[in-house]
């Protein structure tokens, strides 16, 4: 096999991900055959040998790869571990003879679909910036959203932080006295966004439920199950993924895809 940079055999190989590989590599901690390695240096999977703070990292070879679908419950974080021993989503998973990983973050309020797997090259693909595939949410926010708070968190909103979000596609489910349903779909995952965003232009949410990421959707996946992922349903995030990092990002704000009628369902 060629020579691959050592940040991505560790990432490939589920050990950790492409960033924490660089901080390990960066603090000495990683040896390839005995010796210290930078972060420009390289490896051959089929030859070399690594360790991570004096441990022998065992490299797997045409490894079959676990994905797999968590509806993940309200109160759980999205870690593999917590040191002040909070509740995590691999509790829910502690049967599945893998090292998973969780493919993005749901925050601990937050439920829904959450991808999980060992595969570091499908959890790079489908996290890094340039290939944003849709995640589709589910939002309830008080009080009542006005015309003018959807139309700006869909044109982009700045955040607290100071950064402004990209543009995304908002349809109004429910409409009524103290609260509103939103269908939010997001092309970016920045930490707690929707809420955020919803807190920019004054809104609450009290509910948040991610329902469907690109092609795959929660369907009737109960909280806390979790359901192997189809051949093809992964073929078809590796492909969403893909044609989105090669599609220039979408200019303009989108509030719903073109059709007749208001925004806002009419009350009544």
Not at 32 to 51: E, F, R, T
Not at 186 to 194: A, S
């Amino acid at each position: 096999m060629a020579e691959q940079r050592i940040q991505k055999v560790l990432a490939d190989q589920g050990i950790c991900s492409r960033r924490e590989a660089e901080r390990l590599i960066a603090a000495g901690k990683v040896k390839v055959n005995g010796h210290p390695v930078g972060l420009g240096d390289k490896m051959d999977p089929d030859y070399d040998k690594v360790s991570i703070d004096g441990k022998n990292v065992r490299i797997v070879r045409k490894r079959q790869y676990t994905y797999i679908m968590l509806h993940k419950p309200r109160g759980y974080l999205t870690t593999r571990s917590d040191d002040r021993g909070r509740k995590t989503v691999m509790e829910l998973v502690a049967d599945v003879p893998a090292m998973l990983r969780p493919v993005g973050r749901l925050d601990k309020d937050s439920e829904g679909l959450l991808l999980m797997s060992d595969d570091g090259a499908f959890i790079n693909l489908l996290t890094h910036p340039s290939g944003g595939v849709g995640k589709l949410y589910r939002v309830t926010v008080n009080p009542r959203a006005t015309e003018e708070q959807i139309v700006t968190m869909a044109s982009g909103v700045v955040l607290d932080d100071g950064v402004r979000t990209q543009p995304c596609v908002i349809h109004v489910v429910t409409d009524e006295p103290g609260r509103t349903v939103l269908e939010i779909t997001l092309h970016e995952g920045r930490n707690r966004q929707i809420r955020r965003m919803c807190s920019a232009v004054g809104l609450q949410v009290v509910r948040l439920k991610r329902s469907a990421e690109g092609p795959v959707k929660l369907g009737m996946l109960q909280p806390g199950e979790y359901r192997e992922l189809k051949k093809s349903e992964v073929n078809a995030l590796r492909n969403a993924a893909l044609k989105s990092s090669r599609t220039p990002a979408a200019e303009g704000p989108q509030t719903a895809p073109r059709r007749p009628g208001p925004l806002r369902p009419r009350r009544k």
